[in-house]
């Protein structure tokens, strides 16, 4: 059974009313992560069956003031990219058992070329998905050595 890839683009910048344009951010996104998931999920060994993605956009401003004057203006920007990559199936994949795993996401470029985007992409995905298949491989090797599961649930 096969899911798909899942994009979703969580910029901080809300898109004026009726843009036609799509953000160069979202275009490389949605490209590269179609893409990954074309080749991943025909994959003869571990197909990836689901990839999901998101990138979260933050801008701040800290401005610090004493004895009525500023001391400090600090403007920061950030891109972190968050990559779902599951192989396996949707009963048993490399997330079971994976409750609280896993981290914040990966700094990704803050240019907006899509070349960037989907080279930082590319480079986390080929990571994750070697993790993956790594952790699924001694997850099998543990399944088939165990009496019964705690948790029978389905993963996804």
């Known amino acids: 059974m096969r899911f798909g890839a899942t994009v979703l683009a969580c910029l901080g910048l809300a898109l004026p009313a009726g843009a036609d344009d799509v953000p160069p951010v979202l275009a490389a996104l949605t490209a590269e992560t179609g893409r990954l998931f074309a080749k991943f999920s025909k994959l003869e060994e571990y197909p990836v069956y689901y990839l999901g993605a998101s990138i979260t956009e933050a801008r701040s401003l800290r401005i610090v003031g004493a004895w009525g004057?500023?001391?400090e203006v600090k403007h920061d920007q950030d891109r972190l990219?968050?990559?779902d990559l599951?192989?396996?199936?949707?009963?048993?994949d490399n997330t079971h058992r994976a409750a609280g795993e896993g981290g914040p996401g990966m700094s990704i470029s803050l240019d907006n070329d899509p070349g960037a985007i989907a080279a930082d992409l590319w480079l986390e995905a080929e990571r994750r998905y070697r993790d993956t298949r790594e952790k699924l491989?001694?997850?099998v090797a543990e399944r088939a050595v165990k009496v019964k599961d705690e948790d029978p649930s389905p993963d996804f």
């Open 69 to 71: 004057g500023i001391t």
């Open 81 to 83: 990219l968050d990559l």
């Open 86 to 92: 599951r192989v396996g199936s949707p009963e048993f």
């Open 137 to 139: 491989i001694r997850m």
